[in-house]
């Protein structure tokens, strides 16, 4: 096995990872959720290191150095905001796990840690967002083997066991046999 995926309960702020991923908005300079709690944790300097990143679009990942956080980087990224699958929001949350995990390529990290992307006051729903999370990291997965533990992070008991539920889940009816 080459790579493994966990799945945790907590506070990603607290992790000691290569890097975790942080859910922004595009102008990149803080906000709430887990964007303000990174901001929070880490000091005022990654706002101004932000600053010189210039926005992100959705679907696009930027990195930033972690400051006062026990990680090594934070990699911003940025998910769509839900409006009724109306504005190809499927592939742009896709595209921001995608770009998120080349960008940790690009920077030999070897484990990283993912909020739920696009699910708090983005409003994306939170089961169809997980399948495409799975798709995309498992996707990644067949060709990548450098980066070796990847980290779902959940805030809440109920988005913990219902990410369990879905990772768990057989393939097929005859495992279930
Ligand atoms: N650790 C792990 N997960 C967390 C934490 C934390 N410390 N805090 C919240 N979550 P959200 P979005 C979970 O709203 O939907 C910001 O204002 C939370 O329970 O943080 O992508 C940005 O600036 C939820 O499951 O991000 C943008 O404007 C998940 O993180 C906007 O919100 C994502 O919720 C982005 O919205």
């Not at 803080?30 to 901001?39: K, Y």
Request: charged letters at 20%; hydrophobic letters at 35%.
């Amino acid at each position: 096995m080459d790579n493994i995926i966990e799945i945790i309960k907590g506070d990603i702020t607290t992790l000691k990872v290569g890097a975790i991923v942080n859910a922004a908005n595009s102008s990149l300079m803080g906000g709430g959720g887990v964007d303000g709690a990174i901001h929070r944790a880490a000091g005022p300097q990654l706002k101004e290191y932000c600053r010189s990143l210039k926005g992100c679009q959705a679907g696009e990942a930027k990195i930033s150095p972690s400051f006062q956080l026990k990680c090594k980087h934070i990699i911003h990224t940025v998910g769509p905001v839900w409006n009724n699958g109306t504005q190809n929001e499927e592939a742009l949350l896709a595209s921001a796990y995608r770009r998120s995990l080349e960008v940790a390529i690009e920077n030999k990290i070897q484990s990283i840690a993912f909020p739920s992307i696009s699910t708090g006051a983005y409003r994306f729903p939170f089961d169809k967002a997980t399948l495409i999370a799975k798709n995309e990291i498992e996707r990644f997965m067949k060709t990548n083997n450098t980066l070796q533990t990847i980290i779902l992070v959940t805030f809440s008991e109920s988005d913990y066991n219902q990410l369990k539920r879905i990772y768990e889940k057989p393939k097929n009816n005859y495992q279930n046999q």
